[in-house]
């Protein structure tokens, strides 16, 4: 076991462990200057004054978009005496429109927003605040998706450019999720959709590079050799082309190798760390899946267990399921947790989701297996999956009444 005073000791692997944090913000974004650039364009009327474009970015997880978008921010805080004023909100933590408000007027009007205001008066505030010098507000609403009234968010915030004579007030949406959009009210994604930006996946080059970049920042000189960092590029670009997890299983790798005081990064080592955080990951992203999302994933994990009908009609070695048979487990689990089974046009979705987040594959079967059905195959073990589900976000007393 290590103790303290050997994790004094200095490193063989790290140079500054802090470059490899999931927090650190780099200041330097590899290969997304024409991301970065479409931000700027979107953002540059404000500047001039104008309101422009409402903007949605969208793409999987760990792509990008939080980063370069906080890069922009950054850069519009910098410049000197404008009227574009711009905050950056994170809607996980303000989760709804008064949250939302309430963290806008603590950035620009901060003695107000401690009185304990109602969401009224706080846009009264506001409002009066654009106006006073005809401000340009940008409103960055990063995870979107996460707002519990975030039609009425939209609408308040459209409605200023109404109620206002000078000023105006554009918002900048994003989000991973892809179907989220349609339990919004059109008249909310007509606003939010003004103009649209799409980060894609990174590719196996991509992640070559900006783990290349981090290695030279935080490791020392010759503790990892490219081949390592191939594989890594490699692996995650199979799995979705995330830098989060590229990133986090070079840091792990760089973790292991020290625990065994090797000199060098090992691809033995990186193979092992790119287990270790594949089993994160899956944990983080089970853990953010909306509610029914997640039961429909757990059936597919306990129906992947069991085997599946797919499997004993064809007597090969792999599980496929039929995506009728997930859909009634679905709805014998949500039944057994009193919850409400959603129909099948909602199932339809969390499959596309699902698969979207690169948790599972869905295909087509073709003629012959009863007629044209889909067919679905989890991509991570399904042990791992209901493990997660049942231990940490569940809790085990509600999933003792599931029934296996
Ligand atoms: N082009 C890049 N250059 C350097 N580092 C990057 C780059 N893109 C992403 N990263 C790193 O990958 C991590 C994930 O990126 P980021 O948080 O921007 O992703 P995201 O698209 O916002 O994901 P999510 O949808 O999960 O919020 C960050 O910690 C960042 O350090
Ligand atoms: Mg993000």
Redesign the pocket.
């Known amino acids: 076991m290590q103790t303290l005073s050997d994790l004094l000791v200095e490193s063989n692997i790290f140079a500054n462990r802090e470059m490899l944090s ?5 200041k ?5 200057q024409k991301e970065i650039n479409q931000i700027e364009r979107a953002i540059a009327p404000a500047l001039k004054g104008e309101r422009g474009r409402n903007v949605f970015i969208y ?12 890069y922009v921010v950054d850069e519009v805080k910098n410049i000197p005496n404008t009227r574009a004023k711009i905050t950056y909100v994170n809607c996980r933590i303000y989760s709804s429109r008064y949250k939302v408000l309430n963290k806008i007027i603590s950035e620009h009007l901060p003695t107000y927003a401690k009185r304990g205001y109602g969401a009224v008066d706080l846009y009264e505030k506001l409002t009066n605040w654009i106006e006073e010098d005809s401000k340009i507000l940008v409103i960055v609403l ?2 979107i998706d996460v707002i519990k009234d975030l039609d009425d968010l939209v609408y308040t915030l459209t409605r200023i450019n109404s109620d206002i004579r000078a000023g105006g007030v554009a918002m900048v949406g ?3 999720k892809v179907s989220f959009k349609d339990s919004l009210d059109p008249r909310s994604i007509s606003s939010l959709y003004e103009s649209e930006i799409v ?1 894609s996946n ?1 590719n196996a080059n ?1 992640l070559f ?2 783990l290349k ?2 290695v030279s920042k935080g490791f020392r000189q010759g503790a990892v050799d490219d081949e390592v960092l191939r594989f890594i590029a490699a692996t995650s670009a199979k799995s979705g082309g ?3 997890l ?2 986090k299983t070079l840091s792990k790798a760089g973790e292991l190798s020290d625990e065994n005081n090797e000199p060098k990064v090992t691809l033995e080592r990186t193979r092992e760390a790119v287990k270790l955080s594949e089993g994160d990951i899956v944990y983080d992203v089970v853990a953010t899946l909306p509610e029914h999302q997640r039961l429909v994933l757990y059936s597919i994990a306990l129906l992947t267990q069991a085997g599946g009908s797919y499997k004993k009609l064809t007597d090969g070695p792999d599980t496929y399921l039929f995506s009728g048979e997930i859909y009634s487990r679905y709805k014998s689990i949500a039944e057994n947790l009193h919850k409400d089974p959603k129909g099948e046009r909602w199932y339809r979705k969390y499959l596309y989701e699902l698969s979207m987040q690169g948790l599972i594959l869905t295909f087509e079967s073709g003629k012959g297996i009863r007629g044209h059905t889909k067919l679905i195959k989890l991509l991570y073990p399904a042990e791992k999956i209901r493990d997660c589900i049942e231990k940490d976000v569940f809790g085990y007393p509600e999933t003792s009444q599931v029934p296996n």
């Not at 793409?59 to 906080?70: D, E, H, N, P, W």
């Open positions: 999931p927090h650190y913000v780099p330097r974004l590899i290969g997304r793409g999987l997880t760990g792509v990008g978009k939080t980063s370069c978008v906080r990063d995870e994003i989000s991973n980060f990174y991509e590079e900006i970049d981090r995330d830098a989060r590229s990133l």
